[in-house]
């Protein structure tokens, strides 16, 4: 991989970012000290978000992109985290985090927003921050697994340019994939 590709993001990477309601987002790269809130945020969100979110690498040998399995590096594995000040402290809404598949140019995708702020593009916004950073280190292909009732992750990434397709004959799941070389 070229330097560009291997130099980790600027520590002081972030971006404040404008919801369709006019709330105001801090959107950047997860640290370590982020752990735990993830961890946390992950048990707040409803059961269902969960086992979407978390549905990508668990029946297909892919990495799992359950945050308690992957380690962020930010070159094959990267996360971006979404908060907000409330109450005087830093809350979680949002994360997303990618994947690479070992051996391959191809990385694997999930995202997930607290029930409360969705659609209100963040999901969207977090989605851009993730493929700029794959296309960054070399990835030429995004895939996210979904269970096909998914409908929330069908027109996010149909609006950012996935393609869909069902594996196989299972008609239970559905693939999205974007082309990072575009």
């Known amino acids: 991989m070229s330097k560009q590709q291997t130099d980790p993001p600027n520590a002081g990477e972030h971006w404040i970012e404008k919801l369709s309601d006019g709330s105001a987002v801090l959107i950047r790269p997860l640290r370590e000290e982020d752990h735990e809130r993830d961890r946390r945020f992950v048990s707040t969100i409803a059961y269902e978000a ?64 607290h029930e409360a702020w969705q659609r209100k593009g963040l999901g969207r916004l977090l989605m851009q921050h993730l493929i ?23 027109r996010l990434t149909k609006g950012l340019g996935f393609s869909s397709r069902y594996l196989g ?14």
């Not at 960054?136 to 409908?151: E, K, P, Q, T, V």
């Not at 999205?176 to 575009?182: G, M, S, Y």
Request: proline share 3%; hydrophobic share 40%; with cysteine.
């Open 169 to 182: 004959g299972d008609v239970s799941e559905i693939i999205h994939e974007l082309d990072l070389r575009n």
């Open 50 to 113: 969960r086992r979407f979110r978390l549905i990508a690498g668990l029946s297909s040998g892919l990495p799992s992109l359950d945050a308690r399995c992957m380690p962020v590096e930010h070159h094959q594995r990267e996360a971006y985290v979404a908060l907000i000040h409330a109450d005087g402290q830093l809350r979680q809404i949002g994360v997303c985090r990618y994947a690479g598949v070992p051996g391959s140019r191809l990385c694997e995708c999930a995202v997930a927003v």
């Open 132 to 154: 700029t950073a794959a296309r960054r280190n070399g990835f030429h292909c995004m895939i996210s697994r979904d269970l096909a009732n998914n409908y929330g992750m069908h």
